[in-house]
């Protein structure tokens, strides 16, 4: 009877693999559609303003104070290394490259999924639960278009100005970490931090907040409306949103860094 009774490996793992794949593919539709969305009617500019403020204004504090204390804890480690070859000046350099290609968009990114991409899922899994979502269908809105796209979008404009915003405010931290530490002057750090950017590094560093948003706004709206399970449900699409998002930004890091880096040395 208890050899009856087990389940074999093998199904086990075939309906896992399975349900990955429904929710990958449930996923990218929902992705899908919050693009194509944006292309035709009716728009919610008002519930996309009100994601403006709440994702870009909301996250501003967070982002500009972790940014300038990166920017300073950048300076006093790469400081430690150039002071043993006497180059302290390049610090700048360094340091500017650092944050506008890679530490900044990630950072931004990172931090933005911690913040709204919880929010998100744990909003709309509420109203999946308490059947608001089911309300919209039948008085004819797509929930797709009313509350998923005015996210995506919101988070496509916000991130990359809050990761331009966390560029400067890190570079402004480790300027005051090299004047006060290296004895650099404000006017040398910020010289060799402009001139050692090029055209490329800024499209890099542009270009990466918008996919980052990107995800974080999907997996969060997706997580949100599969919710199952009542109020335990809600927390754990609210951290499975964070982790998943989170853990998305890294893998897509690499590819976007090996592209860029192609595409820098093909075009710019």
């Known amino acids: 009877m208890k050899a009856e009774a087990q389940i074999p490996i093998r199904v086990v793992l075939m309906d896992a693999f399975r349900s990955f794949v429904l929710s990958v593919q449930d996923y990218s539709l929902l992705a899908w559609r919050s693009l194509t969305n944006v292309f035709s009617g009716p728009h919610y500019f008002s519930d996309t303003l009100t994601q403006m403020d709440d994702i870009g204004v909301g996250s501003l504090p967070i982002v500009l104070l972790a940014g300038f204390f990166i920017g300073a804890v950048l300076v006093l480690q790469t400081a430690t290394q150039f002071v043993r070859f006497g180059q302290t000046a390049l610090t700048g350099d360094a340091v500017s490259i650092a944050l506008v290609r890679e530490l900044g968009p990630t950072l931004t990114g990172l931090l933005v999924a911690g913040r709204c ?22 008085m004819g809105t797509d929930p797709y278009r009313k509350l998923v796209t005015p996210r995506v979008v919101a988070t496509l404009l916000m991130v990359p100005l809050l990761t331009a915003l966390n560029d400067f405010v890190g570079l402004l931290g480790g300027c005051v970490a090299a004047m006060l530490s290296l004895r650099l002057g404000a006017v040398e750090f910020w010289t060799r931090a402009i001139n050692a950017l090029d055209f490329g590094d800024l499209m890099q560093g542009l270009t990466k907040p918008m996919v980052y ?56």
Do not use: H, P, W
């Open 117 to 138: 991409a919880s929010g998100i899922a744990s909003e709309l899994g509420s109203m999946q639960v308490t059947e608001q979502v089911d309300a919209m269908r039948a």
């Open 213 to 268: 948003g990107f995800i974080l706004a999907t997996v969060g709206c997706y997580k949100g409306l599969t919710v199952r399970g009542g109020t335990q449900g809600v927390g754990r699409a609210t951290t499975q949103a964070v982790v998943v998002s989170s853990v998305m930004i890294i893998i897509a890091d690499l590819f976007l860094t090996k592209f860029a880096l192609y595409m820098s040395n093909k075009i710019f």
